[in-house]
Nanobody, 126 residues
Framework: QVQLVESGGGLVQAGGSLRLSCAAS????????MGWFRQAPGKEREFVAT????????YYADSVKGRFTISRDNTKKTGFLLMNSLKPEDSAVYYC???????????????????WGQGTQVTVSS
């Protein structure tokens, strides 16, 4: 089991920045990839970004490419999502997720993930 806890959400004006953190605990001695998803009210959960265990492979949704940066610090068992140039349409609950193993360099489908955090709210005002 891997437990994930997100933090860093909040209210920010359009054009501002936030950095989300995802702290992992439990079975963290095994390699795992990490990802971020988001879900706005009335919409399906959507992929935002993913990063491999080594950090060498990352993928982003087109809607956030160039504005968001995913990273991780395995020594601290923590993942990050730096969000710049935020837009009102970025408002959502952001979820951190983990998939075990290194067979996949990255995972963009929610069904590929084994563990999920409870989410952190991000609200961008116009």
């Amino acid at each position: 089991q891997v437990q994930l806890v997100e933090s860093g959400g909040g209210l920010v004006q359009a054009g501002g920045s936030l950095r989300l953190s995802c702290a992992a605990s439990g079975r963290t001695f095994s390699p795992y990839g990490m990802g971020w998803f988001r879900q706005a009210p009335g919409k399906e959960r959507e992929f935002v970004a993913t990063i491999s265990w080594s950090g060498g492979t990352t993928y982003y949704a087109d809607s956030v490419k160039g504005r968001f940066t995913i990273s991780r610090d395995n020594t601290k068992k923590t993942g990050f999502l730096l969000m710049n140039s935020l837009k009102p349409e970025d408002s959502a609950v952001y979820y951190c997720a983990a998939y075990m193993g290194t067979a996949r360099a990255a995972a963009r489908g929610s069904s590929e993930y084994d563990y999920w955090g409870q989410g952190t709210q991000v609200t961008v005002s116009s």
